[in-house]
């Protein structure tokens, strides 16, 4: 019998990099393909454990260069593609706009072409739910499936227009698809430019912390295991052509993530800087989870126990980070933030 063959795209990023683990893990009876072009946001020092796993194997490439993507799809006849590959930050989607059409846009276009051409069983594409605009702060208010998108920020409407050609191709061409859009993820190697990795290791450094605008913004938090048993989930269940939203009721203000942490680490609130706000700063977001709720996906964390692991980690695994924020991340570093000191 032959093994059934799984493209994960972007697996050496922070999701597609636990959900590779998640996979080769869980089924060994599979053959899992890591494709990555390994930017700035990729690493593969994560996968150290599972690197020699027969199971396992790594594919360096760009999603948008259509004829090694083509070569590759012919020659290893997937049968089921998750697509995590993406340009993820919306502050660098602001500083360059281009490589986020290029990759999240082309890119997917050109995946779903070469899935079309050799006809997967399933093609997962991983999307977000900032294509759905902002939410005002009435808490009974909720992104559901039906919301129309209404993107704000070039990264989400990046993520938007891949997720119509994702849609198309299964409207038009009958290419098996779903459509996943989940809330902001935290846990074990999130790159250190997202609000709760940075935060955690700013504060371990006594660094201040940059809140933007006022910090009262809310995002709705999801552990990133339970977004990797989500997707699991959709892509041996999902009906073909149906989008799921995944989120499980976390909502907080930035300000509360960041206390949180740093009391949780025993430090000072002194160490919190409000600094000039996020260009179209999108105010909330917030899922309703029940159609993934309904086909049996259930969260196995609260936010408390999340961050507590998630903490616990970035303190066992000084390491990983360190070597990050340590190298050209301070170039970026310094360019994205005026602290009042500077
Ligand atoms: P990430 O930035 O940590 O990882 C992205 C990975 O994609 C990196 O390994 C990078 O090297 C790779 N990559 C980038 N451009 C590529 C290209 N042209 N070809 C091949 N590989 C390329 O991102 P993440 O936070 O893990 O997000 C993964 C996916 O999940 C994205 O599609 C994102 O939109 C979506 N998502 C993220 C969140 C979140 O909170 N981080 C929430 C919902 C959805
Ligand atoms: P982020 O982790 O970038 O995720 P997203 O923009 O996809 O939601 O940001 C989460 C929230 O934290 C968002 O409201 C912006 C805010 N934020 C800060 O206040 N300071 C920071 O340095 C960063 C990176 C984010």
Not at 134 to 163: I, M, R, V, W
Not at 245 to 272: A, D, Q, R, Y
Not at 289 to 304: N, S
């Amino acid at each position: 019998m032959t093994q059934i063959k799984v493209l994960i795209t972007g697996g050496a990023g922070f999701i597609g990099g636990n959900f590779v683990q998640y996979m080769v893990n869980k089924y060994p009876m599979y053959d899992i393909f890591n494709l990555d072009a390994l930017t700035y946001a990729g690493d593969l020092t994560k996968h150290r454990e599972i690197e020699n796993k027969k199971n396992y194997h790594f594919v360096k490439a760009n999603i948008a260069d259509r004829k090694a993507m083509f070569e590759l799809f012919e020659k290893e006849k997937f049968d089921y593609i998750v697509h995590f590959a993406a340009e993820s930050h919306v502050d660098r989607s602001i500083i360059d706009p281009g490589i986020f059409v290029r990759t999240n846009v082309i890119g997917t276009q050109v995946l779903l072409d070469a899935s079309k051409q050799i006809g997967v069983s399933k093609f997962v594409h991983i999307s977000t739910d900032e294509v759905y605009g902002e939410l005002d702060f009435n808490p009974t208010t909720f992104f559901t499936e039906d919301t129309p998108l209404n993107p704000n920020s070039p990264y989400s409407a990046s993520k938007a227009s891949s997720d119509l050609f994702v849609r198309a191709y299964h409207e038009t061409f009958g290419l098996p698809v779903n459509i996943t859009r989940c809330s902001n993820n935290y846990g074990p190697f999130h790159f250190p430019e997202k609000l709760i990795p940075l935060t955690i290791s700013r504060v371990l450094k006594d660094e201040k912390v940059p809140v933007y605008g006022d910090g009262k913004n809310i995002r709705d938090w999801l552990h990133v295991f339970d977004h990797c048993t989500a997707i699991d989930l959709v892509l041996h269940k999902g009906d073909n052509g149906d989008v799921y939203n995944i989120g499980g009721h976390n909502e907080l203000t930035n300000l509360e993530v960041v206390k949180t942490i740093i009391n949780t680490l025993g430090k000072s609130e002194e160490l919190i800087e409000f600094v000039v706000d996020r260009l179209g700063h999108d105010k909330r977001y917030a899922i309703d989870p029940a159609k993934l709720e309904k086909l049996g996906w259930k969260p196995t964390y609260t936010f408390e126990t999340g961050i507590a692991q998630t903490i616990e980690w970035y303190l066992d695994n000084k390491c990983w980070w360190e070597q990050i924020v340590s190298g050209e991340y301070q170039n970026y570093f310094k360019k994205q933030y005026k602290f009042e000191k500077d």
